[in-house]
């Protein structure tokens, strides 16, 4: 165990209680190492750390919880519309979690009024044509969520309209809030949804009910309409919803890592390839895990009947 880690272990021991423990790492923002988040996680307490030297951010909020990061979105006046600063931030912290081997998924959230309204119109209204295309325009928008190996959870309570509703789509599992509204009103500002919204969202619901919402604008879903069309996995209470992100995404980081992102690779590959393609790509990841520690570790201990221990190798 390294130096910082037994620091950070002394410094615990008082505060030790069944309630959550929040520890500050004072001279270090990285995340604890394994063997300290194993130690207190087999002590039954729940552990959440929180670097005080993280970066500094001025429209998200991070924080790490075990082996989970959450991303919160935070513009409250703005209703977390999206601009460009704050999809740089997004990606900085994404990309940052996704380098980082103490991580294992990432949750994604807004506030309980909004996940985000939309794109910020003002930002965007007066632009050009050519500077758009030369730029390429949101491409940054989906630049580090389409690269990101580990998976993100979006925890989506409040409005998720236009490209609040992309960003969710964009996540790789969504949980909603029993007030969330999922829409895409752009047409109705003489524009089409430029971030994913006629791709992801027509996968997800189909054709018809896709174009319904896309032509008219006006035709939203409420959270239980989006889990019955397969947008999203699983509804809760607003104020739980964060809380039971979180927990999948901590079963998540559980697992071993390389397994993890295979298996997120195989079912994002779903989409691009054929059927005989697709599984042939699945077949080779699978043999793959066999060169993996976490493998052998997985099918020993269930063979001995005990919980494995994943070393994400």
């Not at 910020?120 to 989906?142: A, R």
Request: contains cysteine.
């Amino acid at each position: 165990m390294a130096r910082d880690d037994n620091t950070i272990l002394s410094a615990l021991k008082p505060l030790c209680t069944r309630s959550a423990v929040t520890a500050a790492a004072t001279k270090s923002t990285r995340a604890p190492s394994l063997a300290i988040y194993n130690a207190i996680r087999n002590t039954g307490y729940t552990f959440r750390y929180v670097s005080t030297e993280s970066p500094s951010y001025k429209m998200i909020k991070t924080e790490t919880q075990g082996r989970v990061a959450i991303i919160t979105l935070d513009r409250p006046k703005a209703l977390n519309a999206l601009c460009s600063e704050l999809f740089h931030e997004i990606n900085d912290a994404l990309a940052k979690f996704d380098n980082d081997g103490a991580i294992g998924a990432v949750v994604l959230t807004g506030s309980e009024r909004a996940f985000a309204a939309g794109a910020d119109i003002k930002e965007m209204k007066d632009t050009e044509f050519i500077n758009n295309y030369k730029s390429n325009f949101l491409g940054h928008w989906v630049e580090q969520i389409s690269k990101m190996r580990k998976p993100i959870l979006a925890a989506v309570n409040g409005y998720a309209l236009g490209g609040g509703c992309e960003l969710a789509m964009m996540c790789d599992i969504i949980y909603a809030g029993e007030k969330a509204v999922f829409g895409q009103p752009e047409i109705s500002l003489g524009t089409i949804p430029g971030a994913g919204g006629t791709q992801r969202l027509t996968r997800a619901v189909g054709k018809s009910k896709a174009m319904e919402m896309i032509l008219t604008g006006s035709v939203n879903l409420d959270a239980h309409e989006a889990k019955s069309l397969g947008l999203v996995s699983s509804v809760f209470p607003p104020e739980k919803l964060v809380e039971e992100t979180i927990k999948t995404a901590a079963r998540i980081a559980s697992k071993g890592a390389v397994a993890v992102q295979m298996a997120k690779e195989a079912v994002n590959h779903a989409y691009e390839l054929n059927l005989a393609s697709g599984l042939h790509f699945e077949r080779r990841l699978f043999q793959a895990t066999f060169a993996t520690k976490d493998q052998k570790e997985g099918m020993s201990a269930f063979a001995e009947k005990r919980k494995p221990t994943f070393t994400h190798e």
